[in-house]
């Protein structure tokens, strides 16, 4: 199939998009749109999931296959919708209410499971299409419609819960960047398991410039760790500044210093099956810390789809019962005559 030719133009509908002006979900879409394109995947292969949200409009603006499902349950439907065919590309959109709230078991179990596909998390901090209240991702002490004192909780990091459930995929990106979102899209398309992709959004209506720190242009160098495998976690305006390890911990040094060099830099591997590294770039923040984007983890692990599938050929080759009558028709099996309450041999009806 690597010689199809598809464009962006190829996955847009003719529906009118009802984003708000200058949300960054256009940004999203656009992404997944030229990752799709570029795939080598027939156009019919590809099925969009979603639950409720702004993002969750996603289906209605895609020329694939979708389903706009309920609150929450859009790992549920897609986990079914590649287990029932396995052919198919599924994606996943949602939001972090939509996901880490009343969707946070099916999140997890989705990723427990490792069921071969793409998850992509809208994390605006927000929720967005219900008028602006606090969400699961919002930090403690944030002010919202309902949390006017500021919030009491703790937010999740979606990486962490990733990393909790045995997640072999974890990537992060930007909705204003289209070319890391497309770069770490595509390494997500690649992945046999359940990939999971945050994409930091921007609300411009209730929460606009909530990641600014991280994207002003001014200071993206500084603040923005782009990661790739096999190469070291090199960043800053003069590229001059790294990662290393001590006593354990994560540790900025500035590279020529205190006789550092880039041989003392650590590398990214994606692919260690050890999370140790992999969660301390998920929990690294601003100030003392760039944040981390890119492929943060991508590990090779046992795809629940394919194993199911595996499953079902083999007791299908070695099965004694091949039709529903042979099943029906198995095993103790009685046969009732006459309209008589008991039999004539004693049996009574309502013990048959």
């Keep these: ?30 992404a997944v749109q030229r990752t799709m394109a570029g795939m080598g995947i027939s156009h019919e292969k590809f099925a969009i999931i979603s639950g409720i949200g702004c993002s969750s409009r996603f289906p209605y603006y895609m020329s694939t296959y979708g ?17 029932a065919n396995p052919e198919l590309s599924v994606w ?15 999140f997890i179990h989705l ?39 500021g919030t009491i909780e703790d937010p999740f990091v979606p990486g962490q819960l990733v990393i909790g459930a045995m997640g072999t995929f974890f990537g992060r990106s930007i909705d204003g960047n289209v070319k890391m979102t497309q770069q770490v899209l595509g390494g997500a398309a690649q992945h046999k398991g359940t990939s999971v992709v ?27 760790l782009l990661l790739e495998h096999g190469k070291p976690m090199i960043f800053g305006e003069n590229e001059d500044k790294g990662l290393i390890l001590e006593k354990g911990k994560m540790k900025v040094v500035k590279i020529g210093e205190n006789g550092v060099s880039v041989d003392d830099i650590l590398v990214h591997d994606a692919i260690e099956e050890d999370p140790f590294l992999h969660m301390a770039l998920i929990n690294m923040q601003l100030p003392d810390f760039p944040v981390a984007f890119g492929v943060i983890r991508s590990v090779a692990a046992p795809v629940y789809d394919i194993e199911l599938e595996g499953q079902i050929n ?19 099996t009685w046969e009732v005559e006459g309209n008589d309450a008991s039999d004539k041999n004693g049996c009574n009806s309502s013990e048959i």
């Design 198 to 224: 945050e994409v930091l959004q921007n609300c411009v209506i209730y929460n606009n410039g909530i990641h600014s720190a991280i994207t002003d242009p001014n200071f993206r160098s500084e603040r923005q």
């Design 92 to 106: 996943v959109i949602t939001g972090d209410g939509d996901a880490m709230a009343i969707g946070g078991n099916h």
């Design 111 to 149: 990723i427990r499971r490792n069921i071969d596909l793409n998850l992509i998390l809208f994390n605006n901090r927000i929720y967005g299409l219900t008028k602006g209240q606090y969400s699961p991702t919002s930090d403690r002490g944030f002010k919202t419609k309902t949390s006017p004192f």
């Design 1 to 30: 199939m690597a010689d199809l030719q598809y464009t962006i133009k190829d996955f847009k509908s003719e529906n009118e998009v009802r984003w708000c002006a200058g949300c960054g979900d256009y940004a999203i879409m656009n």
């Design 67 to 83: 389903f706009h499902t309920i609150h929450g349950r859009a790992a549920a439907v897609a986990s079914g919708v590649k287990c």
């Design 314 to 332: 083999q007791v299908q080759q070695n099965r004694k019962i091949s039709s529903m009558d042979e099943l029906l028709n198995s095993g103790n």
